[in-house]
């Protein structure tokens, strides 16, 4: 996370699953990924998604394919090796801009969830996602409802 703008670091938590982050602007800022809308390539993201999951289980719906950092790290195959990797130059991985314009008045700014352990920072409105999005894994209606 201390590295310039636009380079990914990708971590892994509990020994088993990858985060990504973007780093931005900033000593030790960086934004964690938590979360995306799937729009094409769902049945490769399906497959990728069932390796990790037992067996017999309900088949996910679309919107249940990348709505947590780690699923969504599982869906699009990001392990340690795009650890490091710009944007800018990655050829596997990129971020464009969805197919519609956001209003700001749709876009939700939250507190961050699973981290009860940090203190001060546990009720930071630090968490942004796109009002009403079945894709989040975590609606906060109250943040939502301060927005109406």
Same mark, same amino acid.
């Given at each position: 996370m201390f590295m310039s703008?636009?380079?990914l670091y990708v971590y892994q938590i509990y020994g088993l699953y990858f985060c990504l982050n973007v780093s931005s602007e900033g000593d030790g800022a960086a934004v964690l990924v938590r979360s995306l809308e799937p729009l094409?390539? *769902?049945?490769?993201m399906?497959? *990728?998604?069932s390796k990790r999951r037992k067996a017999g289980g309900k088949p996910l719906k679309d919107h249940q394919l990348c709505n947590g950092p780690s699923k969504l790290c599982q869906a699009l195959d990001i392990t340690k090796s795009f650890d490091q990797e710009h944007l800018a130059a990655a050829a596997d991985l990129w971020?464009?801009?969805g197919p519609q314009a956001i209003a700001g008045t749709e876009i939700i700014s939250s507190s961050r969830i699973g981290i009860g352990y940090a203190g001060e920072w546990v009720s930071k409105p630090l968490r942004f996602y796109i009002k009403n999005n079945k894709c989040v894994s975590v609606i906060d209606r109250k943040a939502?409802?301060?927005n109406d």
């Amino acid at each position: 996370m201390f590295m310039s703008p636009g380079t990914l670091y990708v971590y892994q938590i509990y020994g088993l699953y990858f985060c990504l982050n973007v780093s931005s602007e900033g000593d030790g800022a960086a934004v964690l990924v938590r979360s995306l809308e799937p729009l094409q390539g *769902l049945d490769t993201m399906r497959g *990728l998604r069932s390796k990790r999951r037992k067996a017999g289980g309900k088949p996910l719906k679309d919107h249940q394919l990348c709505n947590g950092p780690s699923k969504l790290c599982q869906a699009l195959d990001i392990t340690k090796s795009f650890d490091q990797e710009h944007l800018a130059a990655a050829a596997d991985l990129w971020m464009e801009p969805g197919p519609q314009a956001i209003a700001g008045t749709e876009i939700i700014s939250s507190s961050r969830i699973g981290i009860g352990y940090a203190g001060e920072w546990v009720s930071k409105p630090l968490r942004f996602y796109i009002k009403n999005n079945k894709c989040v894994s975590v609606i906060d209606r109250k943040a939502e409802a301060m927005n109406d």
